[in-house]
């Protein structure tokens, strides 16, 4: 019996874990639909935009999960290239690729 309740509790916590990204991706998605998201697009260039939907879309991955585009490498190979510091800073923020 003590593997059953270990498993109940695995499956609890997955499960609240569940509800709760879950949460997280609506409230994405309804931000991602607003009015004044679309018109922050008109707004900002190209490479911002291309960066804000980049964040948006790799939120709900696991970190070893999110893949990037190559517009999104050479950003932030090019941040990482002025200041390390800067980066890593970055990273705790954003989700950049390492």
């Known amino acids: 019996m003590p593997k059953a309740s270990y498993l109940y509790?695995?499956?609890a916590k997955l499960k609240r874990q569940t509800r709760i990204l879950s949460k997280n991706l609506r409230m994405a998605e309804d931000i991602c639909n607003m009015e004044c998201f679309k018109e922050l697009a008109v707004h900002v260039d190209a490479v911002t935009y291309q960066f804000i939907?980049?964040?948006v879309r790799t939120q709900k991955f696991k970190p070893r999960g999110r893949r990037f585009t190559l517009d999104d490498k050479i950003l932030a190979l090019s941040?990482?290239?002025q200041s390390g510091k800067a980066y890593k800073l970055l990273t705790?923020?954003?989700s950049l690729p390492s």
């Open 9 to 11: 509790k695995v499956a």
């Open 79 to 81: 941040l990482y290239k």
């Open 92 to 94: 705790r923020i954003f």
């Open 53 to 55: 939907m980049s964040q």
